[in-house]
């Protein structure tokens, strides 16, 4: 009972730190609702394809292309936000503590980066298709749309801006061009035979994890900047992980299939 009171005690603290500006943003007060959200995505990635057995695929055709329309629109308005705000905020690529203030601009960076988290759930649906439509689902999708959540609501509860910025930023500007070719694909095989650029799309993503590893290593060797380490070691790591992940499917798709038609 003493280690249960003990994890109670440093879960009512942890919540105390939060961004007071946030707590009372839809899905901010506390980390159940979204560990709810992943517990059920996992669940519908082990069950779904065992409930699609037996049944036919779905084409969904025109709920793709109106799903990933409003994605590039969504990324779009995103990056443009995280941009222009981050111009006018005058944020430094070297170091960029988080602006706690009620500032309209630091309000505004707050703002887009819970649009930011709010994203990666409406982005669950991606997989929602793969089921539907009795494609595999990767551990590396898998793992990239259940982990996000939960990394941005901990990014939003506690950082929402500084460093963080970047990551979000050049991750809207990618699915831009990422949710484009879905949506392009979704279209079917008249446009899709012209959708040659797939792999240049694989290779834009991979760059986007080097880019926020040089610039998170950067941030992390200024040792009087004000910003969590803790944070900056977890997005180092994390986008490692990505970047070994990403890598081995490239690998498997691109260099794989080109040695087998030699």
């Known amino acids: 009972m003493a280690f249960l009171d003990r994890i109670s005690k440093f879960y009512d603290w942890m919540l105390t730190k939060g961004d007071p500006?946030?707590?009372?943003?839809?899905?901010?007060?506390?980390?159940?609702?979204?560990?709810?959200?992943?517990?059920?995505?996992?669940?519908?990635?082990?069950?779904?394809?065992?409930?699609?057995?037996?049944?036919?695929?779905?084409?969904?055709?025109?709920?793709?292309?109106?799903?990933?329309?409003?994605?590039?629109?969504?990324?779009?308005?995103?990056?443009?936000?995280?941009?222009?705000?981050?111009?006018?905020?005058?944020?430094?690529?070297?170091?960029?503590?988080?602006?706690?203030?009620?500032?309209?601009?630091?309000?505004?960076?707050?703002?887009?980066?819970?649009?930011?988290?709010?994203?990666?759930?409406?982005?669950?649906?991606?997989?929602?298709?793969?089921?539907?439509?009795?494609?595999?689902?990767?551990?590396?999708?898998?793992?990239?749309?259940?982990?996000?959540?939960?990394?941005?609501?901990?990014g939003v509860k506690y950082i929402a801006g500084g460093q963080s910025w970047f990551l979000a930023m050049l991750n809207t500007f990618v699915h831009v061009i990422m949710y484009s070719y879905y949506g392009l694909s979704a279209l079917g095989p008249s446009v899709q035979k012209y959708l040659w650029w797939k792999k240049y799309l694989t290779m834009l993503q991979l760059s986007q994890f080097f880019a926020v590893v040089i610039h998170t290593g950067v941030n992390m060797t200024q040792t009087d900047c004000d910003f969590p380490q803790g944070f900056n070691y977890a997005v180092f790591l994390y986008a490692i992980s990505l970047i070994v992940l990403f890598a081995n499917f490239f690998q498997k798709s691109y260099c794989n299939n080109k040695e087998k038609s030699r």
């Open 21 to 154: 500006r946030v707590q009372n943003w839809p899905l901010m007060a506390t980390p159940g609702p979204i560990l709810t959200i992943v517990l059920f995505y996992l669940i519908a990635i082990r069950q779904g394809p065992k409930i699609m057995d037996g049944q036919k695929v779905m084409g969904l055709k025109m709920f793709k292309l109106c799903y990933n329309v409003g994605l590039v629109l969504l990324s779009a308005y995103m990056f443009y936000e995280f941009l222009v705000t981050s111009i006018l905020a005058g944020y430094s690529y070297i170091c960029q503590p988080v602006d706690y203030s009620t500032d309209p601009l630091a309000l505004r960076m707050a703002n887009v980066c819970w649009w930011y988290f709010f994203s990666k759930i409406i982005e669950l649906v991606d997989t929602l298709f793969l089921i539907l439509q009795k494609r595999s689902v990767s551990f590396l999708h898998s793992y990239h749309h259940s982990t996000m959540i939960v990394n941005w609501w901990l």
